[in-house]
């Protein structure tokens, strides 16, 4: 499966490791754990995280009587499974619903709202794509390519414009067209936090004032291949949006696909979809049994 391959180089890494690892214990004890940790957040699952894991872990092994160390693989992957589930759907339900997406430039924002468009799509519903990071004229242009590519309408303005504008422009033609979700893109300036919380607590009050009554989403987009710094960036835009989900794209090329557990577990954000690929079927919806068998497979 997509997932499968997309997981393959950090299978390769940090679930290998861990395999060998167990493998060279004939009996599980406290320096198996120990192991474990460490391994754990070399792989960027991060410290405290990799602690709830094997604290988790022990309690099991203890609960269960396990006494084979091959066996605490299986049970790493049950309880990886359970820390990442809940919260994976999009909660899209009244027409026109409205999907916020941000995030910093380069972590694939503008792809993954692209293939989404074509996954809701391929679903029946409508799409309206709003251009509203109009800060780089670029992201309008590469926005109206995926437009195009997915089937989806462009709400767009020239560069400069006020993305809350956009943003009322996109509202306003999904009541008109009776679309069933729009999906804004947003400027990706962490350096200017100020700016950043202005435009968009000016836009969630525009969706607010449009669409009262409308399912809403803010997805972050978080590039996998950042580790440990993903987190970081999230712990920043949390401060400034609600964000209710997160997209991990870019897993295909990185062994630190641990740090979703980070993420799931410091945050206490779901992660909705993953990116696998660059292509406009590499995204898939988040699911945490899939997600932990592919990678303690
Ligand atoms: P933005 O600046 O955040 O809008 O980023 P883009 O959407 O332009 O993506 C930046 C680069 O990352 C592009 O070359 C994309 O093809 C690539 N990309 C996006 N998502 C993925 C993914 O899931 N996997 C891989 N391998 N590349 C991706």
């Known amino acids: 499966s997509k997932i499968r391959d997309g997981l393959k180089k950090t299978r390769e890494s ?19 754990f120990e192991e474990l940790e460490e391994l754990l957040i070399m792989g960027d699952v991060g410290v ?52 916020l997406v941000i995030g910093v430039n380069g ?36 926005l109206e ?5 997915s089937g989806a309408e462009l709400v767009k303005q020239t560069q400069g414009s006020d993305p ?33 919380m202005e435009e968009l607590s000016k836009i969630s009050r525009v ?14 987009v978080l590039d996998a291949a950042t580790g440990q710094n993903a987190v970081s960036q999230a712990r920043e835009f949390q401060s400034a949006a609600e964000i209710t989900g997160i997209v991990l794209t870019k897993l295909d090329g990185t062994p630190k696909g641990g740090v979703v557990l980070s993420i799931r577990e410091e945050l206490g954000l779901p992660v909705k979809f ?12 988040f699911d945490a049994d899939q997600f932990a068998r592919a990678l303690f497979e």
């Open 145 to 149: 390519v995926w437009a195009q590519r």
């Open 14 to 32: 940090m679930s290998a490791s861990v395999s060998a690892m167990l493998n060279s214990f004939t009996k599980i004890d406290e320096s198996l």
């Open 274 to 285: 993953i990116g696998v690929g660059e292509q406009v079927d590499d995204l898939q919806t």
């Open 207 to 220: 969706i607010q004032r449009e669409a009262p009554d409308a399912d809403r989403e803010v997805l972050l």
């Open 107 to 142: 972590v694939g924002k503008t792809t993954t709202i692209g293939k989404l468009a074509a996954l809701l799509g391929s679903q029946g519903k409508k799409v309206i794509l709003g251009a509203a990071d109009t800060f780089r004229a670029a992201a309008i242009e590469q």
């Open 164 to 196: 809350a504008s956009v943003v009322f422009d996109s509202i306003a033609a999904a009541k008109a067209r009776e679309a069933d979700v729009v999906i804004c893109d947003t400027a990706g300036r962490l350096h200017n936090k100020k700016n950043l």
């Open 48 to 99: 405290e995280t990799a602690g709830r894991v094997c604290e988790e872990l022990r309690r099991k092994v203890k609960e269960q009587g396990v006494k084979d160390p091959n066996d605490v693989y299986d049970l790493l992957r049950t309880i990886v499974a359970d820390m990442l589930r809940g919260g994976e759907e999009l909660k899209i339900g009244t027409k026109p619903s409205v999907i």
